[in-house]
């Protein structure tokens, strides 16, 4: 039999934050624990949250006042804390006749099964790492434009290339977290155990445009790494050019110091 939570409520307020690189559900403690894959534990008077390992944390029915002092607790299990979290906010409604999905900005669901909200909290923490890194790639889009301009011109600063290439690597480390960690487009484990659900993941999905967010950002992460490849090329080249003209330069002054031996000290 399912386990209802906030069966008393019509609707209540769910949030997810993007709180740091990694939350270490190890160590957590002095937690009543609701559910596994992924954790859920009760949180306050009569709310609850879901934590997922890739650092993202989901709300549910919390007062401010809860929320405050939950995620201060939280925040010594969060490995590098971000300084401004990504956060997203919706109302869930209950006991709705009409199918399951979101709508108008709201989340209709049937009732407050933990597996349901255990489904909706996948969707809301993925859809805030995708807003995280959406406007990080967006930061650095902003410096490659400028840069691909400067390679046509001859006064190219090798200072901005590296710092440019720099923050290219760093941002291709979204690749591995969004695809090995957060695991964005695949389903989670507990459709294996609820089936029934498949449905309601689904139409959450498609309405949050997860898929189509994820490719848009390995588009964007493939444009990244081939800007890195040419920024590359570049400096190797620049580099070989001097070192030719080294080359050249030195054997100009041989030439030189020899056609002095001969005319003037023969």
């Known amino acids: 039999m399912q386990k209802l939570l906030f069966n008393d409520r019509d609707s209540f307020r769910a949030q997810a934050l993007f709180l740091g690189k990694k939350i270490n559900l190890q160590t957590l403690e002095n937690y009543v624990c609701l559910a596994v894959m992924p954790v859920m534990v009760a949180v306050g008077e009569h709310g609850c949250a879901v934590l997922l390992d890739y650092g993202a944390v989901v709300l549910f029915n919390l007062k401010p006042v809860e929320k405050v002092a939950f995620l201060t607790k939280l925040s010594s299990q969060v490995s590098d804390y971000f300084a401004d979290p990504e956060t997203e906010e919706v109302e869930v409604h209950l006991n709705i006749v009409e199918s399951e999905r979101a709508k108008e900005g709201k989340i209709l669901l049937h009732d407050s099964s933990v597996e349901r909200l255990q489904i909706v909290a996948d969707i809301l923490a993925k859809s805030v790492v995708l807003s995280h890194y959406e406007t990080s790639l967006a930061t650095v889009f902003d410096q490659i434009e400028p840069f691909a301009a400067s390679l046509q011109r001859e ?108 005319f003037f000290k023969s």
């Open 155 to 262: 006064n190219r600063s090798r200072r901005q290339s590296r710092e440019l290439l720099r923050q290219l690597g760093t941002t291709l480390l979204v690749q591995h977290k969004i695809v090995g960690r957060v695991e964005i487009i695949d389903k989670p484990d507990l459709l294996w155990e609820s089936p029934h659900l498949e449905n309601l993941y689904l139409r959450l999905e498609d309405e949050y445009e997860i898929r189509e967010r994820h490719n848009a950002l390995e588009r964007k992460l493939e444009l990244i790494s081939r800007t890195a490849q040419t920024v590359l090329e570049f400096m190797q080249h620049s580099s070989s050019q001097r070192v030719e003209w080294y080359v050249v330069i030195l054997i100009v002054v041989e030439v030189l110091l020899s056609l002095y031996d001969i």
